[in-house]
């Protein structure tokens, strides 16, 4: 089993950034697949951007591309998501995700992640 806890959403402005963490616990961290993946009201929960276990391989959606950089730092066992130039439509709710299967390449398919956070919600005003 895999505890995953998110932190650091919150209401930010247009333009503005903010670093999500999800810290993880019950297995070793350096074994799994990150990934972080969104959930705006009224719509699918969609992929965000995902990290492979030793990070050689990333991925991101194309909507966040150029904005927001995942990271991992494995000593402390904890996944980010800086996110920057924040605009109004990446309000969501936002979950990170574990994925224990040493894929080689970062996957973008919500099926692939055995594991989830509860979510912590992110705010863009206008």
């Known amino acids: 089993q895999v505890q995953l806890v998110e932190s650091g959403g919150g209401l930010v402005q247009a333009g503005g950034s903010l670093r999500l963490s999800c810290a993880a616990s019950?297995?070793?961290?350096?074994?799994?697949?990150m990934g972080w993946f969104r959930q705006a009201p009224g719509k699918e929960r969609e992929f965000v951007a995902a990290i492979t276990w030793r990070g050689s391989s990333i991925r991101y959606a194309d909507s966040v591309k150029g904005r927001f950089t995942i990271s991992r730092d494995n000593a402390k066992s904890t996944v980010y998501l800086q996110m920057d130039s924040l605009k109004p439509e990446d309000t969501a709710v936002y979950y990170c995700?574990?994925?224990?299967?040493?894929?080689?390449?970062?996957?973008?398919?919500?099926?692939?992640?055995?594991?989830w956070g509860q979510g912590t919600q992110v705010t863009v005003s206008s």
């Open positions: 019950g297995r070793t961290f350096n074994s799994l697949a």
């Open positions: 995700a574990a994925d224990p299967s040493r894929f080689g390449v970062a996957r973008s398919i919500e099926s692939a992640y055995d594991y």
